[in-house]
């Protein structure tokens, strides 16, 4: 199916473990954007690629860091999790920059013990 | 900066009622303005998108949403809401210089009373 896949769907970690989400979509799309779902369900853009480069970072901690290995591929690494970091992140991908739509994954569902 | 704002937290309405999702964006241009459904435990899903032309745009649904340009608003529509409408609706921008990321309002919480 053509879609933008997240992996895992749930992750339940201690404080202070390291973490890997896999995103790739397969829609040809050239940039790729991961958000984070507060428990208010308020979306909060991470960061967001082009063509594998970063071209957004915003105000996240640098224990947050993104790998994209190709434009279908836009990993996230966290390190050193900590409880504030439980919520639902969303990668998501678009064909260009804010003018087109964005296709979401299902999420990925962080809870931090 | 762009930015949405959703003013409503929560829409209760009876199904069958028509209903109007409010949504009001800062931008100094012209906008690309979208709306995105998310059911539980779900991602978000496009209902409908706005770049030019008509005002009056139709999504999938049934949903419809209006652009006004002199309001800055672009509100949500849908004659007769069905249960299976409960979800969580959210407005975005994207923006057309500048930054490319597109921007979301809060969210509104639509619950559907049978």
């Known amino acids: 199916d053509t879609a933008v896949s997240q992996t895992p769907k749930y992750l339940v970690t201690q404080m202070g473990n390291d973490k890997s989400i896999k995103c790739e979509q397969n829609l040809g799309h050239d940039t790729m954007y991961w958000y984070k779902q507060d428990s208010k369900k308020f979306l909060k853009i991470m960061f967001s690629y082009n063509n594998k480069e970063l071209i957004i970072n915003e105000t996240v901690p640098n224990r947050f860091s993104p790998k994209s290995p190709d434009k279908a591929h836009l990993n996230l690494h966290i390190n050193s999790l900590e409880l504030g970091d439980s919520a639902v992140y969303f990668c998501?991908?678009?064909?260009?920059?804010?003018?087109?739509?964005?296709?979401f994954g299902q999420g990925t569902r962080l809870t931090v013990v | 900066a762009q930015s949405v704002t959703q003013p409503d937290i929560h829409i209760t309405v009876s199904e069958g009622a028509s209903l109007e999702l409010r949504c009001n964006y800062s931008y100094g241009a012209t906008p690309y303005l979208f709306w995105y459904v998310q059911s539980p435990g779900q991602g978000l899903q496009l209902l409908l998108k706005?770049?030019?032309?008509?005002?009056l745009v139709q999504g999938i649904k049934g949903f419809e949403a209006e652009f006004k340009r002199s309001q800055s608003s672009f509100n949500l529509r849908k004659p007769s809401v069905h249960w299976s409408d409960a979800a969580e609706y959210f407005c975005?921008?994207?923006?057309?210089?500048?930054?490319?990321?597109?921007?979301f309002g809060r969210g509104t919480s639509l619950i559907v009373h049978p």
């Open positions: 998501a991908s678009s064909l260009g920059a804010g003018g087109t739509e964005a296709f």
């Open positions: 706005y770049f030019s032309g008509d005002t």
């Open positions: 975005a921008v994207g923006a057309t210089g500048g930054s490319y990321i597109p921007t």
